[in-house]
């Protein structure tokens, strides 16, 4: 939908918001519903945020119309921590300098 701010495109592709970016939407509900969705939202460990957009997303693509840019969903929570020992991802351990040798039974010569 344009408005008669929005400049014409004349041909150009449209821009793509940043995947983090989030839309905020206004939404009024009736005050029962919003209850009982605020109840499935608390049984299931979900915000009524976070409930509203799964069912959005459940609905769209059972409809056949949830576009295949939709990233996931958001993970809920705190990232889940490292065993001991274990590296995040993308890292690695700490290298050794030059001449130094882990502590244990020294090789013969």
């Known amino acids: 939908m344009t408005t008669p701010s929005d400049p014409p ?3 150009k592709a449209p821009r793509r918001r940043p995947q983090q970016q989030r839309k ?8 029962l519903v919003y209850e009982a969705l605020a109840r499935w939202a608390n049984d299931e460990l979900r915000s009524a945020n976070a409930q509203i ?3 959005l997303r459940r609905a769209l ?3 056949g119309r ?8 958001p993970r809920r929570g ?3 921590a490292q065993p001991p020992g274990t ?3 993308g890292t690695q351990p700490p290298a050794q300098p030059p001449g130094d ?9």
């Open 9 to 11: 495109s004349e041909g």
């Open 24 to 31: 905020q939407v206004l939404l009024r509900l009736d005050p």
């Open 53 to 55: 957009e799964f069912l």
């Open 61 to 63: 693509a059972e409809a």
């Open 66 to 73: 949830l576009p295949g840019e939709a990233g996931p969903l």
């Open 78 to 80: 705190r990232p889940p």
């Open 87 to 89: 590296q995040p991802p």
């Open 101 to 109: 040798t882990p502590p244990g039974p020294t090789p013969p010569q």
